[in-house]
């Protein structure tokens, strides 16, 4: 099922409400390193509008703030550079920069049909461990979509995704896969501040398992490029409303 579409500067978007000011902010991983979660705590910051586009990022303040030192503190604004997230300007050392659409779909272009090929992979390498695995960690899911779970089920979201990943039995694209999520990890967790994302992303991811399940290579990728695709509206109907 297909969440109902809004025109929005001419394109189509899924209708979806962003959540409410005052309800839970945070979807990251709990079992990330203190450096990891500089980086994806910075990343977060800036998708969702905590830290505006022109804020100076100082190397000495944040790594207080996070109680590590300068070098992961650089690796972080390094990787969020690449992201997209912020610029290196001279005397002004690291600052968040606008985000702009077409950098996120250009990002998200790739992305996308990356994990399309490794859901076609799953659907005809997958071993029947490997299958049920990847039932468990959807069927967990649905527990935390009624909970309304946003930390717990990005946690979950990650596990599915690394599942097909594995299951695809290229270990180059698993590589490439983790590098990229990287990069827009930040927007893929922001989507599900949007209201009844939790829902549609499980039902999405519902439709690749089914797929990959029946060995269906090229039903697995339409419905992993159709979930990525949504995904990335969602961000940027998500972003519209801040």
């Known amino acids: 099922m297909k969440a109902p579409t809004t025109a929005i500067s001419g394109k189509s978007r899924p209708n979806l409400r962003v959540i409410e000011a005052g309800a839970p902010t945070r979807t990251v991983d709990s079992s990330l390193t203190r450096a990891e979660r500089l980086r994806a705590e910075l990343a977060d910051d800036i998708v969702c509008g905590r830290l505006a586009p022109g804020t100076a990022l100082d190397e000495t303040t944040l790594a207080n703030r996070f109680g590590v030192s300068r070098t992961p503190v650089r690796e972080a604004l390094r990787e969020l550079a690449a992201a997209g997230l912020v610029v290196h300007r001279a005397h002004r050392g690291a600052v968040v920069t606008a985000l702009t659409e077409e950098r996120l779909r250009e990002m998200f272009s790739v992305m996308t049909e990356l994990e399309a090929l490794a859901a076609a992979g799953c659907a005809s390498s997958m071993s029947p461990s490997e299958r049920q695995q990847l039932v468990d960690i959807h069927d967990d899911a649905e527990n935390l979509v009624r909970a309304g779970d ?15 990943y594995a299951g695809s039995h290229n270990s180059f694209l698993a590589e490439t896969l983790l590098s990229v999520r990287r990069r827009v990890s930040a927007f893929r967790r922001a989507q599900f501040r949007s209201l009844g994302r939790l829902k549609l992303s499980h039902e999405e991811h519902d439709r690749v398992v089914q797929a990959v399940l029946r060995g269906d290579r090229d039903a697995a990728a339409r419905e992993m490029r159709s979930h990525l695709e949504t995904v990335r509206d969602s961000f940027l109907v998500f972003h519209d409303g801040l």
Request: with cysteine; hydrophobic share 45%.
């Open 150 to 164: 946003l930390a717990a089920y990005a946690e979950a979201n990650d596990r599915f995704h690394d599942c097909l």
